[in-house]
């Protein structure tokens, strides 16, 4: 079956640090990968995507490269914000049929003046 | 406002009450679904709706009880709740066209469940 494994959190950085939040997927057909974001209090919001090999979504700064060799869709930003203290969930949709989006468990994000 | 409204944002009840959440949304999407977020777990998928009917049911207990109007509109009817179903309950939309989606899923903020 499909699942999406994330690195542990929280991840806790200083304003302007570098991001890498790491995600690994498993799927039987040729997924399309997400990332989402929740901030306190609220739902998630669709934050970028990719639907093929090699493509590269991106998105207020934030980018992940679709890597079919490695299976990953690691999320990166090269300089963070207080504002980006969220969770950040990993998410992938089988294409192959189904319309269903399988999450990983999120990884939330402190940034620290 | 991402287009896709949940009420109430905030729910206590007893283990004998009987409550609804309701989910609405005005994208003209055809498709809805509600999910629960428990601590330290990845997003629980629990109904699938397409086009008002229901697809999928996740080995969800009979407590939870799905219900979809029409395609703007779905309800999450709730009855003799456990502690342990205290969650973040997320309703979504999306857009279907033949069996793909057309853009990814459309989540409202959410109602925070306390069960007591």
């Known amino acids: 079956g499909n699942s999406v494994t994330q690195m542990e959190g929280p991840v806790t950085l200083s304003e302007e640090a570098f991001l890498t939040i790491n995600c690994t997927y498993t799927?039987?057909?040729?997924?399309?990968l997400f990332w989402y974001v929740q901030y306190p209090g609220e739902g998630l919001q669709l934050l970028l995507k990719?639907?093929?090999?090699?493509d590269k979504g991106s998105n207020k700064g934030f980018e992940a490269t679709y890597r079919k060799e490695t299976t990953s869709f690691h999320l990166e930003k090269g300089s963070v914000q207080v504002s980006d203290s969220a969770v950040y969930f990993c998410a992938l949709m089988d294409t192959g049929g189904g319309n269903k989006l399988t999450f990983g468990t999120g990884t939330q994000l402190k940034v620290e003046l | 406002e991402t287009g896709v409204t949940q009420t109430p944002r905030h729910l206590v009840m007893g283990m004998t009450n009987k409550k609804s959440l309701k989910c609405e949304q005005h994208l003209g999407h055809n498709a809805m679904y509600w999910y629960k977020q428990s601590a330290k777990k990845p997003l629980e998928l629990m109904f699938v709706?397409?086009?008002?009917?229901?697809?999928e049911n996740n080995s969800v207990p009979s407590r939870f009880s799905p219900e979809c109007p029409n395609s703007s509109h779905l309800f999450l009817h709730l009855h003799t709740l456990q502690p342990e179903d205290s969650a973040l309950y997320l309703c979504?939309?999306?857009?279907?066209?033949?069996?793909?989606?057309?853009?990814?899923?459309?989540f409202g903020s959410g109602t925070r469940l306390t069960v007591v």
């Open positions: 990719a639907t093929k090999a090699d």
């Open positions: 799927a039987t057909g040729y997924p399309s």
């Open positions: 979504a939309s999306s857009h279907i066209r033949g069996d793909r989606h057309v853009a990814g899923y459309t």
């Open positions: 709706y397409n086009f008002k009917e229901q697809t």
